[in-house]
Protein backbone atom coordinates (compact mmCIF):
# COMPACT_ATOMS: atom_id res chain seq x y z
CA UNK A 1 0.00 0.00 0.00
CA UNK A 2 1.32 3.32 -1.04
CA UNK A 3 2.17 5.76 2.35
CA UNK A 4 0.51 9.13 1.98
CA UNK A 5 3.34 11.49 0.86
CA UNK A 6 4.63 14.08 4.10
CA UNK A 7 4.77 17.66 4.61
CA UNK A 8 6.74 17.28 7.79
CA UNK A 9 8.80 14.24 9.13
CA UNK A 10 10.76 15.35 12.52
CA UNK A 11 12.28 12.37 14.61
CA UNK A 12 14.29 13.20 17.44
CA UNK A 13 14.36 16.89 16.15
CA UNK A 14 16.52 18.99 18.71
CA UNK A 15 16.93 22.88 18.62
CA UNK A 16 19.04 24.66 20.75
CA UNK A 17 18.93 28.25 20.26
CA UNK A 18 19.99 31.33 22.64
CA UNK A 19 21.43 28.53 25.02
CA UNK A 20 17.70 27.25 25.55
CA UNK A 21 16.54 23.89 24.60
CA UNK A 22 12.87 25.05 22.55
CA UNK A 23 12.39 21.56 21.10
CA UNK A 24 13.45 18.68 22.86
CA UNK A 25 13.58 15.75 20.65
CA UNK A 26 10.95 16.18 19.01
CA UNK A 27 8.76 13.80 16.35
CA UNK A 28 5.53 14.26 14.11
CA UNK A 29 4.54 13.59 10.92
CA UNK A 30 2.65 15.61 9.20
CA UNK A 31 0.69 14.47 5.62
CA UNK A 32 0.63 16.27 2.73
CA UNK A 33 -2.92 17.83 2.79
CA UNK A 34 -3.63 17.91 6.78
CA UNK A 35 -4.75 20.71 8.17
CA UNK A 36 -3.72 21.39 11.87
CA UNK A 37 -3.59 23.72 14.71
CA UNK A 38 -1.13 23.64 17.47
CA UNK A 39 -1.83 24.87 21.15
CA UNK A 40 0.06 24.79 24.37
CA UNK A 41 1.26 27.28 27.11
CA UNK A 42 3.56 30.10 26.28
CA UNK A 43 7.04 29.23 25.62
CA UNK A 44 5.99 25.36 25.07
CA UNK A 45 7.75 25.85 21.62
CA UNK A 46 4.88 26.27 19.61
CA UNK A 47 6.21 29.25 17.37
CA UNK A 48 10.37 27.49 17.38
CA UNK A 49 9.01 24.46 15.93
CA UNK A 50 7.23 27.02 13.26
CA UNK A 51 10.54 28.65 12.50
CA UNK A 52 12.26 25.40 12.60
CA UNK A 53 9.81 24.01 9.91
CA UNK A 54 10.48 27.27 7.65
CA UNK A 55 14.41 26.77 8.17
CA UNK A 56 15.09 29.65 10.57
CA UNK A 57 16.60 27.27 12.91
CA UNK A 58 18.18 24.21 12.46
CA UNK A 59 17.97 20.97 14.78
CA UNK A 60 21.77 19.65 16.46
CA UNK A 61 21.89 15.94 15.69
CA UNK A 62 21.36 13.06 17.79
CA UNK A 63 23.55 10.08 18.38
CA UNK A 64 19.55 8.44 18.54
CA UNK A 65 18.77 9.31 14.78
CA UNK A 66 17.48 12.67 13.27
CA UNK A 67 15.21 13.24 10.51
CA UNK A 68 14.27 15.81 9.23
CA UNK A 69 12.51 16.11 6.31
CA UNK A 70 9.84 18.92 4.50
CA UNK A 71 8.48 17.33 1.77
CA UNK A 72 10.67 14.21 1.78
CA UNK A 73 13.75 16.86 1.46
CA UNK A 74 16.37 17.03 4.48
CA UNK A 75 18.47 20.58 2.30
CA UNK A 76 16.25 22.72 1.00
CA UNK A 77 17.34 25.96 -1.04
CA UNK A 78 15.62 28.14 1.82
CA UNK A 79 14.48 30.60 -0.80
CA UNK A 80 12.87 27.95 -2.50
CA UNK A 81 11.31 26.13 0.29
CA UNK A 82 10.20 29.54 1.29
CA UNK A 83 8.24 30.07 -1.78
CA UNK A 84 6.14 27.21 -1.19
CA UNK A 85 4.73 28.32 2.32
CA UNK A 86 2.81 31.02 3.04
CA UNK A 87 3.70 32.61 6.77
CA UNK A 88 1.76 34.98 8.66
CA UNK A 89 3.19 35.71 12.32
CA UNK A 90 2.95 38.79 14.13
CA UNK A 91 6.64 39.71 14.03
CA UNK A 92 5.96 40.10 10.44
CA UNK A 93 2.56 42.77 11.27
CA UNK A 94 4.75 44.76 13.47
CA UNK A 95 7.46 45.15 10.53
CA UNK A 96 5.78 46.77 8.31
CA UNK A 97 6.85 50.18 9.11
CA UNK A 98 6.85 52.26 6.50
CA UNK A 99 4.36 54.39 4.22
CA UNK A 100 2.48 51.70 1.83
CA UNK A 101 -0.73 50.39 0.90
CA UNK A 102 -2.42 47.73 1.49
CA UNK A 103 -2.26 46.80 -2.34
CA UNK A 104 1.67 46.54 -1.98
CA UNK A 105 2.11 44.72 1.54
CA UNK A 106 0.11 42.07 -1.11
CA UNK A 107 2.51 42.46 -4.18
CA UNK A 108 5.85 42.34 -1.27
CA UNK A 109 4.39 38.72 -1.01
CA UNK A 110 6.08 38.16 -4.44
CA UNK A 111 9.43 38.86 -3.53
CA UNK A 112 9.13 37.98 -0.07
CA UNK A 113 9.97 41.64 0.70
CA UNK A 114 9.38 44.32 3.67
CA UNK A 115 7.77 46.65 1.31
CA UNK A 116 8.03 47.61 -2.24
CA UNK A 117 11.48 49.31 -3.75
CA UNK A 118 12.84 48.79 -6.67
CA UNK A 119 10.93 45.32 -7.67
CA UNK A 120 9.33 45.18 -11.20
CA UNK A 121 5.57 44.26 -10.67
CA UNK A 122 4.08 42.65 -13.64
CA UNK A 123 0.65 42.92 -15.22
CA UNK A 124 0.40 39.25 -14.11
CA UNK A 125 1.34 40.49 -10.34
CA UNK A 126 -1.46 43.02 -10.59
CA UNK A 127 -3.81 40.66 -11.60
CA UNK A 128 -2.88 38.17 -8.87
CA UNK A 129 -3.45 40.89 -6.52
CA UNK A 130 -6.84 42.04 -7.76
CA UNK A 131 -8.04 38.78 -7.11
CA UNK A 132 -6.72 37.97 -3.96
CA UNK A 133 -8.33 41.27 -3.10
CA UNK A 134 -11.49 39.88 -4.28
CA UNK A 135 -10.91 36.58 -2.31
CA UNK A 136 -10.35 38.01 0.71
CA UNK A 137 -13.12 41.09 0.26
CA UNK A 138 -10.87 43.63 0.93
CA UNK A 139 -10.82 45.62 -2.20
CA UNK A 140 -12.09 48.54 -0.65
CA UNK A 141 -9.37 48.92 1.83
CA UNK A 142 -6.40 48.07 -0.73
CA UNK A 143 -5.22 51.82 -1.29
CA UNK A 144 -5.35 52.90 2.93
CA UNK A 145 -1.58 52.50 4.88
CA UNK A 146 -0.91 49.72 6.03
CA UNK A 147 0.00 51.43 9.28
CA UNK A 148 -3.51 53.32 9.27
CA UNK A 149 -5.31 49.74 9.52
CA UNK A 150 -7.26 47.92 12.24
CA UNK A 151 -5.57 45.18 13.73
CA UNK A 152 -8.61 42.92 11.86
CA UNK A 153 -7.42 45.27 8.38
CA UNK A 154 -3.71 44.30 8.54
CA UNK A 155 -4.50 40.73 9.29
CA UNK A 156 -6.30 39.91 6.08
CA UNK A 157 -3.59 41.82 4.07
CA UNK A 158 -0.82 39.73 5.15
CA UNK A 159 -2.48 36.97 4.57
CA UNK A 160 -3.14 38.26 0.86
CA UNK A 161 0.52 38.78 0.85
CA UNK A 162 0.78 35.12 1.88
CA UNK A 163 -1.42 33.67 -0.02
CA UNK A 164 -0.84 35.96 -3.03
CA UNK A 165 2.26 33.35 -4.84
CA UNK A 166 0.28 30.53 -4.41
CA UNK A 167 2.15 28.29 -1.55
CA UNK A 168 1.01 24.96 -1.09
CA UNK A 169 0.57 25.85 2.87
CA UNK A 170 -0.25 28.43 4.48
CA UNK A 171 0.84 28.77 8.56
CA UNK A 172 -1.28 31.23 10.63
CA UNK A 173 0.95 32.16 13.83
CA UNK A 174 -1.94 33.37 16.64
CA UNK A 175 -3.46 35.16 13.81
CA UNK A 176 -6.33 35.94 16.15
CA UNK A 177 -4.21 38.21 18.65
CA UNK A 178 -6.04 41.46 19.88
CA UNK A 179 -8.71 41.15 17.41
CA UNK A 180 -12.11 42.34 18.48
CA UNK A 181 -15.24 40.54 17.94
CA UNK A 182 -16.26 41.24 14.65
CA UNK A 183 -12.80 41.11 13.16
CA UNK A 184 -13.04 37.93 14.57
CA UNK A 185 -15.52 36.55 13.06
CA UNK A 186 -14.00 37.55 9.76
CA UNK A 187 -10.88 36.13 10.28
CA UNK A 188 -12.74 32.79 11.21
CA UNK A 189 -14.74 33.00 7.89
CA UNK A 190 -11.75 34.20 5.69
CA UNK A 191 -10.05 30.84 6.69
CA UNK A 192 -12.89 28.24 6.39
CA UNK A 193 -12.60 30.10 2.70
CA UNK A 194 -8.77 29.37 2.59
CA UNK A 195 -8.97 25.92 4.04
CA UNK A 196 -10.67 24.92 0.79
CA UNK A 197 -7.89 25.55 -1.17
CA UNK A 198 -5.07 25.30 0.65
CA UNK A 199 -3.20 23.38 3.71
CA UNK A 200 -4.01 25.74 7.07
CA UNK A 201 -1.32 25.31 9.91
CA UNK A 202 -2.53 27.27 12.86
CA UNK A 203 -0.85 28.22 15.76
CA UNK A 204 -3.44 29.68 18.18
CA UNK A 205 -3.96 30.14 22.30
CA UNK A 206 -8.25 30.06 21.30
CA UNK A 207 -10.07 27.53 20.87
CA UNK A 208 -12.14 28.88 18.39
CA UNK A 209 -9.38 29.87 15.62
CA UNK A 210 -9.92 25.98 15.54
CA UNK A 211 -12.19 26.15 12.14
CA UNK A 212 -14.27 22.85 12.15
CA UNK A 213 -12.01 21.92 8.51
CA UNK A 214 -9.18 21.53 11.39
CA UNK A 215 -9.35 17.84 12.43
CA UNK A 216 -5.87 17.26 14.03
CA UNK A 217 -4.73 19.09 17.05
CA UNK A 218 -1.33 18.94 18.51
CA UNK A 219 -0.94 19.97 21.91
CA UNK A 220 2.92 21.22 22.75
CA UNK A 221 4.60 21.23 26.15
CA UNK A 222 8.00 22.41 27.46
CA UNK A 223 9.60 21.48 23.68
CA UNK A 224 8.06 18.02 23.47
CA UNK A 225 4.46 17.12 21.85
CA UNK A 226 2.15 16.47 24.91
CA UNK A 227 -0.17 14.92 22.66
CA UNK A 228 -1.65 14.49 19.27
CA UNK A 229 -4.58 13.57 17.61
CA UNK A 230 -7.98 14.17 16.43
CA UNK A 231 -9.45 16.65 18.12
CA UNK A 232 -12.46 15.21 19.73
CA UNK A 233 -10.01 13.23 21.70
CA UNK A 234 -7.54 16.11 22.05
CA UNK A 235 -9.89 19.33 22.63
CA UNK A 236 -11.56 17.36 26.33
CA UNK A 237 -11.28 18.84 29.77
CA UNK A 238 -8.73 16.34 30.87
CA UNK A 239 -6.59 17.02 28.60
CA UNK A 240 -6.76 20.82 28.02
CA UNK A 241 -6.93 21.30 31.82
CA UNK A 242 -3.87 18.77 32.07
CA UNK A 243 -1.72 20.56 29.56
CA UNK A 244 -2.29 24.27 31.14
CA UNK A 245 -2.55 23.12 34.27
CA UNK A 246 -5.36 24.76 35.47
CA UNK A 247 -9.29 23.36 35.43
CA UNK A 248 -10.80 24.08 32.09
CA UNK A 249 -14.06 22.65 30.85
CA UNK A 250 -14.58 22.86 27.07
CA UNK A 251 -17.71 23.46 25.20
CA UNK A 252 -18.40 22.41 21.76
CA UNK A 253 -21.16 24.77 20.46
CA UNK A 254 -21.68 24.77 15.99
CA UNK A 255 -18.55 22.82 15.68
CA UNK A 256 -16.71 25.51 16.95
CA UNK A 257 -14.46 24.63 20.57
CA UNK A 258 -14.55 27.05 23.55
CA UNK A 259 -12.64 27.16 26.83
CA UNK A 260 -14.91 27.93 30.20
CA UNK A 261 -14.44 27.74 33.72
CA UNK A 262 -10.48 28.77 33.89
N1 LIG B 1 16.11 33.14 20.49
C1 LIG B 1 15.88 32.59 21.68
N2 LIG B 1 16.82 32.60 22.65
C2 LIG B 1 16.62 32.04 23.86
N3 LIG B 1 15.46 31.45 24.20
C3 LIG B 1 14.48 31.42 23.29
C4 LIG B 1 14.62 31.97 21.99
N4 LIG B 1 13.48 31.79 21.30
C5 LIG B 1 12.65 31.14 22.15
N5 LIG B 1 13.25 30.92 23.33
C6 LIG B 1 12.67 30.25 24.49
O1 LIG B 1 12.20 29.00 24.05
C7 LIG B 1 10.98 28.66 24.66
C8 LIG B 1 9.93 28.41 23.59
O2 LIG B 1 9.61 29.63 22.97
P1 LIG B 1 8.50 29.72 21.83
O3 LIG B 1 8.43 31.17 21.42
O4 LIG B 1 8.76 28.73 20.79
O5 LIG B 1 7.20 29.32 22.64
P2 LIG B 1 5.66 29.50 22.23
O6 LIG B 1 5.00 28.22 22.61
O7 LIG B 1 5.53 29.95 20.83
O8 LIG B 1 5.25 30.64 23.25
P3 LIG B 1 4.06 31.75 23.14
O9 LIG B 1 2.77 31.02 23.30
O10 LIG B 1 4.34 32.64 24.31
O11 LIG B 1 4.20 32.46 21.83
C9 LIG B 1 10.65 29.81 25.60
O12 LIG B 1 11.08 29.45 26.90
C10 LIG B 1 11.45 30.96 25.06
O13 LIG B 1 11.82 31.86 26.07
Given at each position: ?44 GK ?16 E ?58 T ?21 R ?12 F????A?V ?5 L ?12 A ?42 F ?36
Amino acid sequence: MNQPSLFIDFKNVTVVTGGHVVLDSLSIQIPDGDHIAILGPNGSGKSSFIKTLVREYYPVYSESGTVFQTWGKTRWDVFELRSQIGYVSQDLELSFRQNITGREVILSGFFSSIGLFFHSITKEMEKKADEMCAFLEITHLQDRLFTEMSSGEARRFLIGRALVHDPRILILDEPSNSLDLHALHMLRKTMRKIAGKKVIILVTHSLPDIIPEINRVVLFKGGRIFSDGPKDQILTDTKISSVFEVPVRIRLDDGFYYATGY
